[in-house]
């Protein structure tokens, strides 16, 4: 019956020796990790040069570069406007 009270104490990944467990990744960095490792695979799967156009510039890269570059900044404006909706929440 102690064990069912592991979770209302924080003691969850804590085993009967008062030693932690090893790593239990969640739902949510199981989702993570597949979507980036798929995310991965397309990248490295499209190795052809193509041609960007910027406003009047118009460059050639490789695909797999303007796709990885593309996640990146993508990425970073997601976790900008994600700190920024967390610091404007009520504590």
């Known amino acids: 019956m102690a064990d069912d009270r592991r979770w209302e104490t924080g003691q969850a990944h804590k085993d009967r020796d008062g030693e932690k467990d090893g790593?239990?990744?969640?739902?949510?960095?199981?989702?993570?990790?597949?979507?980036?490792?798929?995310?991965?695979?397309?990248v490295l799967q499209n190795t052809d040069t193509t041609s960007v156009t910027l406003f009047v510039f118009d460059l050639s890269f490789p695909l797999w570069?303007?796709?990885?570059?593309?996640i990146l900044l993508s990425g970073g404006v997601g976790y900008v406007m994600g700190s920024r909706g967390r610091s404007r929440r009520k504590k």
């Open 23 to 42: 790593f239990r990744p969640s739902g949510k960095q199981v989702g993570a990790g597949i979507v980036a490792l798929a995310l991965i695979v397309f």
């Open 65 to 70: 570069l303007v796709l990885a570059g593309t």
